[in-house]
């Protein structure tokens, strides 16, 4: 079973600060890679994708993937309280549609 | 565009009854997750439906568990008998194959199954 994992937290930061979350993946073939924000009790909601080593910015969001470290981040500048959930990074496995999520980090942004 | 539509929102049952969860994934993707989603487990994959057809059913943990997707706009995950430590949220998500934006995977709201 490919695993991903995560840091499963609580991370808390003050507002106006960089949110650091990481994610580890066993998976050498993996091509996909995503995080989703899961609100307590609502579903996923993918905010980033990944397919390249580097960095790739979305507003105040982002993602750096290293394949060579199986490693992929996101950073989260200015947080604000409404970025308060849980982040879940996914991995696609192989060659194939499916991803592997880990279990999630949960960060609280304190005003 | 609506996004994925699941029915019904929340399901509280007795052990042992049948339970049928629906989801409409979103128009034009072509396929389609079953995921449940605990605490103890996090999100796992339970099955997933490429052009209607099943790819991979590793995840479903019994033959209590059975999926359907009679066509590209519906599909279906019963759970006969149900049991207490089937209670989680059941998540459907669907993708598309087109695109430069593959693997990306769009959840529906979630059906909360409490079985009692």
């Known amino acids: 079973q490919k695993e991903v994992e995560q840091n499963s937290g609580p991370l808390s930061v003050p507002e106006g600060a960089i949110a650091s979350l990481n994610c580890t993946y066993s998976d050498r073939v993996s091509q996909s890679f995503f995080w989703y924000r899961q609100y307590s009790g609502k579903s996923p909601e993918l905010i980033m994708s990944?397919?390249?080593?580097g960095d790739k910015e979305d507003g105040r969001f982002t993602a750096q993937l290293n394949k060579a470290s199986q490693y992929v981040s996101l950073l989260i500048r200015d947080s604000q309280p409404s970025d308060s959930a849980t982040y879940l990074c996914a991995v696609s496995q192989g060659g194939s549609e499916k991803l592997v999520f880990g279990k999630g980090t949960k960060l609280t942004v304190n005003p | 565009d609506a996004g994925v539509i699941q029915s019904p929102r929340h399901e509280v049952t007795e052990m042992g009854q049948e339970v049928t969860l629906r989801c409409k994934p979103i128009s034009g993707h072509d396929y389609l997750f079953w995921y449940r989603q605990t605490m103890m487990r996090g999100l796992e994959l339970l099955i997933y439906?490429?052009?209607?057809?099943?790819?991979?059913d590793s995840g479903m943990p019994e033959d209590r568990f059975s999926a359907k997707m009679p066509n590209a706009s519906f599909s279906t995950l019963k759970i006969q008998p149900s049991e207490p430590r089937d209670s989680a949220v059941y998540f459907c998500a669907s993708s598309s194959s087109g695109g430069i934006s593959y693997n990306e995977q769009f959840f529906g709201p979630g059906t909360r199954l409490t079985v009692l």
């Open positions: 439906f490429n052009n209607n057809v099943p790819i991979d």
């Open positions: 990944i397919y390249s080593n």
